[in-house]
């Protein structure tokens, strides 16, 4: 039980890692010449997808130490997680690439993906710092500041 605690509070860690890299993102990107892309996954589904992803990752942070045979391990954990959630790969990787030139949109995405994990890591008793995790009235400020910028 100590060891999911563990996982699930250093994967919340990443993530807050991500979420702040997305956020620099945002600011950093111009909409013009932007390529289209479509998204193949719906909402939803992506955010579950997106936690069981990271909840992957978090256990297979612990196996890298010691599995010989890590990257076969990740794409087996990956490729568990795509049939879960009955898509493939390259579903998976063109909706992250639609989103990847619609940050602000990834954003409210990936807040519901950190709510759902704080969730998980609650439960399990191991309380979250939500002041690490900016609130949707944040992020529309910023969205909106990025707005004037344009």
């Known amino acids: 039980m100590n060891l999911k605690k563990g996982l699930i509070e250093l994967k919340l860690?990443?993530?807050?890692?991500?979420f702040v890299l997305l956020l620099i993102n945002?600011?950093?990107c111009s909409k013009a010449d932007l390529p289209t892309y479509s998204q193949d996954i719906e909402?939803?589904?992506?955010?579950?997808?997106?936690?069981d992803i990271h909840l992957a990752?978090?256990?297979?942070?612990?196996?890298?130490l010691f599995d010989k045979n890590f990257e076969d391990t990740k794409i087996s954990y990956y490729n568990y997680v795509y049939k879960k959630h009955n898509i493939t790969r390259v579903e998976f990787n063109k909706t992250i690439e639609y989103y990847s030139y619609n940050p602000a949109e990834y954003v409210t995405i990936?807040?519901?993906v950190l709510e759902k994990l704080n969730r998980l890591n609650?439960?399990?008793g191991n309380p979250t710092n939500r002041n690490a995790i900016p609130s949707m009235e944040e992020i529309e400020e910023i969205q909106d500041?990025?707005?004037t910028i344009d």
């Open 145 to 147: 500041s990025t707005k």
């Open 43 to 51: 909402k939803d589904t992506l955010i579950e997808i997106l936690v």
């Open 13 to 18: 860690k990443f993530c807050h890692i991500f």
């Open 110 to 112: 990936y807040v519901k």
């Open 57 to 64: 990752d978090a256990m297979l942070a612990e196996k890298q």
């Open 122 to 124: 609650d439960e399990l």
């Open 26 to 28: 945002i600011f950093s």
